[in-house]
């Protein structure tokens, strides 16, 4: 059982709009920037969104993230077929002393 | 460019030991946190342990506490986790990062086998 809960998957066409929603707590979220990383098949995770809503350089702009409360949204646009991998809302825990991620969002591109 | 490699994984018997290595280059590394980070075969990733930049102060979550130890050797840049009393739960790919509130980047993993 993850700290953060985000849903197991989502799926969109190519071209269209999907959000992946990750919901935590006082703790956490609530008082802590948010991260989102990108698993593709067989590599290691990358660093897709910081500090909330802040992009790494090299990350296109379809990427956004957003957060409002204890919960947290990463946006993505115009869906290419190589974004088809698994998604990690991550922040750290005030209480635990703890990094904590979210169970992961396999994003299904139909 | 960053790089991170991370060895000393392998097969290890329930109640073994094993000491995972984290070589770090292309940036200054005593100025910056690191994380291990692991995930077990199938499943999401799990946040192990992080230490600051000088060494002094470490966390870990709770099921390895008392078990695992993180430390850093800034003079060779490298980051390191002893990993003590294994059980089969903590089979997984483990991670080394740069960082420790957010993970600017990964290694490609070393891979934990707990199994008798």
């Known amino acids: 059982q993850s700290v953060l809960t985000q849903p197991p998957s989502v799926s969109a066409a190519p071209g269209q709009r999907v959000t992946i929603s990750c919901s935590g707590s006082?703790?956490?979220?609530?008082?802590?920037?948010v991260s989102w990383y990108q698993q593709l098949p067989g590599t290691a995770p990358k660093l897709l969104i910081f500090?909330?809503?802040e992009r790494p350089s090299g990350i296109p702009d379809r990427f956004s993230g957003s957060k409002s409360g204890t919960s947290a949204t990463l946006a993505i646009t115009g869906l290419q077929t190589g974004d088809e991998a698994a998604y990690y809302c991550?922040?750290?825990?005030?209480?635990?002393?703890?990094?904590?991620f979210g169970g992961g969002t396999k994003l299904t591109i139909l | 460019e960053v790089q991170l490699v991370e060895s000393g994984g392998g097969l290890v018997q329930p109640g073994g030991s094993l000491r995972l290595s984290c070589a770090a280059s292309?940036?200054?590394?005593?100025?910056?946190?690191m994380s291990w980070v692991r995930q077990g075969p199938g499943k999401g990733l799990e946040w192990v342990s992080g230490?600051?930049?000088?060494?002094?102060?470490?966390y870990y979550t709770d099921s390895v506490k008392g078990r695992f130890t993180i430390s850093r050797d800034n003079s060779k840049n490298s980051l390191y986790l002893q990993m003590n009393s294994l059980r089969a739960e903590d089979t997984a790919i483990y991670y080394c990062?740069?960082?420790?509130?957010?993970?600017?980047?990964w290694g490609q993993g070393t891979l934990v086998t707990v199994s008798s």
């Open positions: 006082s703790s956490n979220i609530g008082n802590n920037y």
């Open positions: 990062a740069y960082g420790l509130y957010h993970l600017d980047y």
């Open positions: 230490i600051s930049g000088d060494g002094s102060t470490t």
């Open positions: 292309g940036f200054t590394f005593s100025s910056e946190a």
């Open positions: 991550g922040t750290w825990d005030s209480s635990l002393s703890a990094g904590v």
């Open positions: 500090d909330n809503h």
